[in-house]
């Protein structure tokens, strides 16, 4: 176990509002207001360029692009019924 994990070994998660509550308090300069403002731009500008099919790399943090998953057959968890899945692209971040 990490020594940020919970007592069920799960890791913690920082929420947006999390995110924004600790950037504008980093910075006293920022209204909590003007953070959010900036944190959603920049998810905007990410979700964008994914959309657009271009990969995003953040330099020091990490890499967003598309994983491609083909259609495939799954099953309803409840009766086992098949059920077509159709092909899709994923959002994937790795370092």
């Known amino acids: 176990m990490t ?4 007592p069920d070994g799960r890791m913690p ?15 006293p300069t920022l ?3 003007d953070t959010d403002i900036a944190v ?11 959309a657009r ?9 990490g890499s967003f692009r598309l994983n ?9 968890p409840r009766t086992g019924v098949a059920v077509p899945v159709p092909e899709k692209y994923v959002p994937h971040c790795s370092q």
């Open 13 to 27: 998660t920082m929420t947006r509002a999390d995110l924004i509550v600790a950037i504008a308090s980093r910075f």
């Open 40 to 50: 959603k731009e920049i998810l905007d500008a990410i979700g964008r360029a994914l």
């Open 53 to 61: 099919g271009d990969r995003v790399e953040i330099r020091g943090f």
């Open 31 to 33: 209204t909590v207001k």
């Open 68 to 76: 491609y998953h083909p259609a495939r057959a799954g099953r309803n």
């Open 3 to 6: 020594a940020n994990a919970t």
